[in-house]
Antibody, heavy 122, light 110 residues
Framework: QVQLVESGGGLVKPGGSLRLSCTAS????????MNWIRQAPGKGLEWISY????????KYADSVKGRFTISRDNANSEVSLQVTSLRVEDTAIYYC???????????????WGRGTLVTVSS | QSVLTQPRSVSGSPGQSVTISCTGT?????????VSWYQHHPGKDPQLIIF???RRPSGVPDRFSGSKSGNTASLTISGLRSEDEADYHC??????????FGGGTRLTLL
C-alpha cells in the first residue's frame, strides 16, 4: 500500500525540541523528493521544508530556518524533521508530502500522510 | 497570513457547480503554470486533485477542473456530491523547490 505515516508529535514546552518522522511504504522512496508542510489550528497549509533525493539539497521557509532540520534515511524509507527552539506559533499538524514525478508534475505534491500534531504550550 | 488568497468558505447544492478562487502575485501564481489544488477531509490525508493549473491525476473525476488567468487560479467543481464537502487548498510552485499555499476554502453542501 502506497502511503506515508508521520509520528513523533506531542506536547512540548516553549523552547523545547522534538523529532518528527515520516515512514514511507509501497514505493521506491529514494526516487522521490520530500517535503514537510504544516497547518496551524484554523489556518491554511504552510510549506516549511524540502529535501532532495540524496540529502544533498535542502530548503526551509523563513519561519523555521535555523530552528528546524530536515534529513532522510533512504535505507529505511524515512524522512525526519528535527524541530528545536519551539514557539507557541509552531503549534500545528505536521504533514510529510512527496513531490510528484512521472505522470504527475514535479511541481506538485502527490502523496501526503495524515499528519502528526505538535502542541507547544507551557 | 497565507501567501495565496482564497475565500474562507463556499457553498452549493447537490448537482450544482461551485468555483473557488486563488489569488497570488507575479512571483508565484502569475509566474508559473504550476498551480495545484488539494482536497482535504479533516483527519484524513490531503489529496492532489489538480496539478499544473488544469491537469488531473489518474482517478480524479472530470467534475473537477482548473484554470488560471493572470495572478488568479480557479477550481471548479461541477455536479456537486456529498463527498465533495471538504477543505480545498490551492498551492503554487514558487521556484527552487519552494511552495506557497492559500488559506484553504471550506466547501459546504446545502
Amino acid at each position: 500500500q502506497v502511503q506515508l505515516v508521520e509520528s513523533g508529535g506531542g506536547l512540548v514546552k516553549p523552547g523545547g525540541s522534538l523529532r518528527l518522522s515520516c515512514t514511507a511504504s509501497g514505493f521506491s522512496f529514494g526516487d522521490y523528493y520530500m517535503n514537510w508542510i504544516r497547518q496551524a489550528p484554523g489556518k491554511g497549509l504552510e510549506w516549511i521544508s524540502y529535501i532532495s533525493r540524496t540529502d544533498s539539497n535542502t530548503k526551509y521557509a523563513d519561519s523555521v530556518k535555523g530552528r528546524f532540520t530536515i534529513s532522510r534515511d533512504n535505507a529505511n524509507s524515512e524522512v525526519s524533521l528535527q524541530v528545536t527552539s519551539l514557539r507557541v506559533e509552531d503549534t500545528a499538524i505536521y504533514y510529510c508530502a512527496r513531490v510528484g514525478r512521472g505522470a504527475v508534475s514535479g511541481t506538485s505534491l502527490d502523496l501526503w500522510g495524515r499528519g502528526t500534531l505538535v502542541t507547544v504550550s507551557s | 497570513q497565507s501567501v495565496l488568497t482564497q475565500p474562507r468558505s463556499v457553498s452549493g447544492s447537490p448537482g450544482q457547480s461551485v468555483t473557488i478562487s486563488c489569488t497570488g502575485t507575479n512571483s508565484d501564481v502569475g509566474a508559473y503554470d504550476y498551480v495545484s489544488w488539494y482536497q482535504h477531509h479533516p483527519g484524513k490525508d490531503p489529496q492532489l486533485i489538480i496539478f499544473d493549473v488544469r491537469r488531473r491525476p489518474s482517478g480524479v473525476p472530470d467534475r473537477f477542473s482548473g484554470s488560471k488567468s493572470g495572478n488568479t487560479a480557479s477550481l471548479t467543481i461541477s455536479g456537486l456530491r456529498s463527498e465533495d464537502e471538504a477543505d480545498y487548498h490551492c498551492s503554487s510552485y514558487a521556484g527552487t523547490y519552494t511552495w506557497v499555499f492559500g488559506g484553504g476554502t471550506r466547501l459546504t453542501l446545502l
